[in-house]
C-alpha cells in the first residue's frame, strides 16, 4: 500500500514531493481540485523560502516581492528594522498552485476527495474509504472529525484578510517592508505580493469583532480611525471587498502525539502565532522531517517523528506566543516598539528565535540516500 497525504497545502505537498523522488508514490488528497488562496499573511519569510528552494518552489521565481525590512506601529509611532535576510510576499494561490504542480510532476497521484475522518492507516472520504500504509495529515487550519486540536482560549483569536489589487499608492507605501501593526486585542500584517496586489491580514480576538457588530469591515473601518497609519493603508478599502474570516485559530498548539502509522504534519502538528510569519516554515519542515522518517524507517517511526518535531516546534511557538501576548496589549506593543527603537538586536534575536530549526536531512546519518531535491 501507498502513503496518503491528506492536505495539499505546503506541509501536504512538501511531504508528497519528497516521497515522490524517492519513490514512495504517494496519492496527495485534497478538497479542492484548484488551490484556493488560503487566508494568510502571505510573508514568505527568508528561512521558509531556503526550504522552498529544497523542494524546487522557488518564490522568487514564483514572481514573489522581496521583502527586506520589518516595519513596527504601534501607538502612532513607527520603528523599522531590517530582516535577517530577504523574504517574499507571495500569494496563497501563487504558491500552492505551484507546489501542488510540483508534486505531481515528482511523481504523487493527485485525488479531489473531502476527508469525513482519518485514522491511522485509512482516510474516510466522501467519495470513498482509502487504505494506506501510512497517513500524513496535513488538513491545516481546518479539524479533521475525530481529531480536533484543543482550544484553550477563552477569547479566542480569528484570523481576517482582504487583498487590495490595483492600489498603486499602496503598494509604493509598503514597498519593501513586511508592516506589523499592533493594536489592543490583535494586529495587522500588510506585505505587498506579486502583481502589485497588497494582502492585509489581521489576527485578532473574538471580542473585538464582537464589539464591531461581528462585522468585519465595520471592524477595519474602527481600527482605521485609531491606529492612523493603519487608517492610511485602508484609503483604498470599500464596501465591495470581501474579507476572508477564519475562526478560532489554535495559536500555540503543539502535539508530542500520534499513532504508528499516522504523521502530523503543519498546522496539524503545531501552530506558531502568525505574527512570526513562521507558519509555512513549520509546514513544509513538517513535511521534510516526517516524510524522511518514513523513507528511512516506515510507517512505525510516527511516533518518534512527532515527539522530535515537537521538540523543534516549541521555541518558536513558545517565542512567538510571549511576542504575541505582549504586542496585543496597549502597554506592550509600547514597549515592544521603545525596545526595538533603543536596541535593534532585541528584534533580530526575536526574530531568529521565532524560527524552525533547518531541516536536518544533511546532518542525520541515516537520511543520507534521501533525495531533498
Ligand atoms: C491570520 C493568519 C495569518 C498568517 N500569516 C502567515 C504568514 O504571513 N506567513 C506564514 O508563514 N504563515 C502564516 N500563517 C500560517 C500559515 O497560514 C499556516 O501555518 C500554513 O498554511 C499551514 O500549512 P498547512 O499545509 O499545514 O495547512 P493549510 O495551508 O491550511 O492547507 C491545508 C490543506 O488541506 C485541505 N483540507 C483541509 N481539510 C480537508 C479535508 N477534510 N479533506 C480534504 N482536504 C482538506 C485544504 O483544502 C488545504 O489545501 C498565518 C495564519 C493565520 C491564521
New binding site residues.
Given amino acids: 500500500m501507498n502513503p496518503v497525504v491528506?492536505?495539499?497545502?505546503?506541509?501536504?505537498c512538501t511531504a508528497a514531493i519528497l516521497l515522490a523522488r524517492n519513490g514512495a508514490r504517494p496519492l496527495l488528497?485534497?478538497?479542492?481540485a484548484e488551490?484556493g488562496d488560503?487566508?494568510?499573511?502571505?510573508?514568505?519569510?527568508w528561512r521558509?523560502a531556503a526550504q522552498l528552494r529544497q523542494v524546487d518552489c522557488d518564490p522568487a521565481g514564483l514572481g514573489g516581492w522581496p521583502v527586506r525590512r520589518l516595519r513596527l506601529f504601534a501607538d502612532g509611532r513607527a520603528v523599522e528594522a531590517m530582516l535577517p535576510a530577504t523574504g517574499f510576499g507571495l500569494s496563497r494561490r501563487a504558491l500552492?498552485t505551484a507546489m501542488r504542480a510540483a508534486a505531481v510532476k515528482a511523481g504523487a497521484d493527485f485525488q479531489v476527495?473531502?476527508?469525513r475522518g482519518v485514522a491511522a492507516g485509512l482516510v474516510q472520504g466522501r467519495n470513498r474509504d482509502w487504505s494506506a500504509d501510512a497517513v500524513f495529515l496535513?488538513?491545516?487550519?481546518?479539524d479533521?472529525r475525530g481529531l480536533p486540536r484543543p482550544r484553550k482560549a477563552a477569547d479566542p483569536a480569528l484570523?481576517l484578510?482582504v487583498r487590495l489589487d490595483g492600489d498603486h499608492r499602496l503598494a509604493a507605501l509598503v514597498d519593501d517592508a513586511i508592516e506589523l501593526h499592533l493594536f489592543p486585542g490583535g494586529y495587522a500584517?500588510i506585505v505587498r505580493q506579486e502583481g502589485g496586489s497588497v494582502n492585509i491580514?489581521?489576527?485578532v480576538r473574538k471580542s473585538l469583532l464582537s464589539q464591531a457588530g461581528g462585522q468585519p469591515l465595520e471592524l477595519l473601518a474602527q481600527l482605521a480611525v485609531r491606529c492612523p497609519q493603519l487608517g492610511t493603508r485602508l484609503v483604498g478599502l470599500s464596501s465591495g471587498h470581501r474579507v476572508d474570516t477564519?475562526a478560532s485559530?489554535p495559536y500555540g498548539y503543539v502535539t508530542q502525539r500520534t499513532d504508528a502509522g499516522l504523521f502530523r504534519?503543519?498546522?496539524?502538528a503545531a501552530?506558531i502565532p502568525?505574527l512570526a510569519?513562521?507558519?509555512?516554515?513549520?509546514?513544509v519542515a513538517s513535511g521534510l522531517a516526517a516524510a524522511s522518517a518514513y523513507l528511512a524507517h516506515g510507517p512505525g517511526a510516527a511516533p518518534a517523528y512527532q515527539r522530535a518535531f515537537a521538540r523543534r516546534a516549541t521555541r518558536p511557538v513558545r517565542t512567538a506566543e510571549v511576542i504575541w501576548h505582549i504586542a496585543e496589549r496597549g502597554w506592550g506593543a509600547r514597549a515592544l516598539l521603545a525596545a526595538a527603537g533603543c536596541a535593534p538586536w532585541l528584534s533580530r534575536a526575536a526574530m531568529q528565535l521565532s524560527r524552525i530549526a533547518q531541516p536536518s536531512l544533511v546532518t542525520q546519518p541515516w537520511q543520507s540516500s534521501i533525495v531533498p531535491s
Fill in positions: 491528506l492536505g495539499a497545502g505546503p506541509a501536504g488528497i485534497d478538497r479542492h488551490a488560503a487566508l494568510c499573511g502571505g510573508f514568505v519569510s521558509t500552492d476527495d473531502h476527508a496535513a488538513a491545516g487550519k481546518h479533521v484570523g484578510r500584517g491580514c489581521l489576527a477564519i485559530v504534519l503543519g498546522d496539524q501552530v502568525s510569519g513562521e507558519g509555512m516554515a513549520i509546514a
